[in-house]
């Protein structure tokens, strides 16, 4: 255990014996964790020299042969050891808060005033486990993770909402390279013993008061094996002012499949703790805005793939343009020659296969995109916004995940 990350789980659990049970747990579960991504591996289509696939068809033929051979040795092993670890991971996170608050030892000096102007970003990092990856056919999150944090670090922006952060110990890597941008921080929200995170995260320039998480009761499909909720925080801008800021992840899939069902619910279950945490807080009179962002899994635009038809955006009008509010101002590139209205989430069909990484590398691609990552504010206390999502050409030929960053910047005005 690294010195990051012995700063982190002293902050996760509520004992040292917690955290020590939790650790060698994990360890114990690494030896399953990599027979789930040989086994993931070996079904795969044969795609060479992409997908993190071997240069040719017969190198990646004897390439999944040998992993067969591994994983036949592998998983027995593997498979006992996991019983162990389950069982002290349990055990330490019986123990263990629900999110992580980090800040510097020295606190912020507070201006008097709160800034003229608030930048905050939403980011569906893809922070997924390694079999994850594999069977996605994307590079995995420890190629990718310092473009994420490269795209983060040049963007001046006072907050960040990220999505997916799945992966504790890139989590934590991530959190370490930002915290001298963002000190103050929350992070590993919604923790379990089987499955993953919330993957939910704020970064801020700006202290967190008042954390909180709350767990959505329901999910389908894939998205089972994710914690998601709400992740709730108070931004404290200035001595006498603050924002509300909320991030969260919804329910993928098809609009009239069971997803699309439970992702009405979570969103109406997210209205709900976003009205009572702003309505108890004794700083409701300071606020100067009002922030709900994320990856809504939802899209505005007409036209879009069935699995998010607009007709769902429609479906919660009232909340999307009635309490809250957004608007997007000003296009950009989306890949060479082409131009349009801001996507966020994208799928680049390769000769019928799916694949999200490089496009500027292949001859024969098609690119079709989806808004479904969105930030959301109360217009009744925010003004004078410029909101677009910039540098996407950039990140997207990055690479750094099958998202992009979704930026604005808030002119603000006082409550009265």
């Given amino acids: 255990m690294n010195v990051s990350s012995k ?73 006992f050891l996991s019983a162990f670890g389950f069982g002290l991971s349990y055990l ?25 102007s608030l930048r905050v970003t939403t980011f569906n990092v893809a922070y997924m486990p390694p079999f994850v990856t594999v069977i996605n056919g994307i590079r995995s999150t420890e190629e990718r993770r310092g473009d994420v944090e490269q795209s983060l670090q040049e963007n001046d922006d006072d907050i960040v909402a990220c999505q997916e952060m799945f992966e504790e110990g890139n989590t934590i890597a991530t959190s370490s390279v930002l ?12 923790p379990r013993t089987v499955g993953l995170n919330s993957g939910l995260a704020i970064f801020s320039k700006y202290p967190l008061e008042n954390v909180q998480f709350h767990r959505y009761k329901d999910a389908s499909g894939s998205d089972s094996f994710a914690n998601k909720g709400l992740l709730c925080a108070t931004v404290r801008l200035s001595k006498d002012r603050v924002a509300f800021v909320f991030n969260t992840h919804l329910n993928a899939g098809h609009v009239d499949s069971d997803g699309g069902a439970i992702r009405d619910l979570q969103l109406e279950e997210a ?46 009008e009232g909340f999307f343009r009635g309490e809250f509010n957004e608007g997007y101002e000003g296009d950009g590139p989306l890949a060479p020659g082409e131009t349009g209205s ?23 691609w098609k690119i079709e995109r989806e808004c479904l990552d969105h930030i959301l504010f109360r217009t009744q206390e925010v003004a004078g916004r410029q909101y677009k999502s910039e540098g996407y050409q950039r990140d997207l030929m990055r690479g750094s995940s099958d998202h992009l960053a979704l930026r604005a910047r808030f002119s603000l005005q006082a409550a009265t």
């Fill in 7 to 79: 700063i982190i789980y002293r902050y996760a659990f509520n004992n040292s014996y917690a955290a020590t049970s939790y650790f060698c747990g994990q360890q114990l579960l690494r030896p399953l964790n990599k027979s789930l991504e040989f086994g993931a591996l070996l079904p795969q289509t044969l795609s060479p020299g992409f997908k993190g696939q071997w240069s040719t068809s017969s190198r990646e033929v004897a390439h999944r042969v040998m992993t067969a051979v591994a994983l036949f040795f592998l998983l027995p092993p593997s498979l």
């Fill in 92 to 116: 330490g996170n019986l123990s263990r808060r629900s999110v992580v608050v980090l800040a510097p030892k020295e606190a912020k000096s507070l201006e008097s005033a709160p800034p003229t």
């Fill in 179 to 190: 915290r001298d941008k963002y000190p103050y921080q929350a992070i590993l929200a919604g």
């Fill in 271 to 316: 209205k709900i703790w976003l009205k009572a945490y702003v309505d108890s807080s004794p700083y409701k009179s300071q606020s100067v805005g009002t922030l709900f962002m994320g990856d809504f899994n939802i899209a505005q635009d007409v036209g879009v793939e069935e699995r998010v038809a607009s007709h769902q955006w429609a479906k919660h």
């Fill in 342 to 364: 801001p996507g966020t989430f994208f799928h680049i069909d390769v000769k019928g296969e799916v694949t999200g990484w490089d496009p500027s590398k292949l001859k024969d």
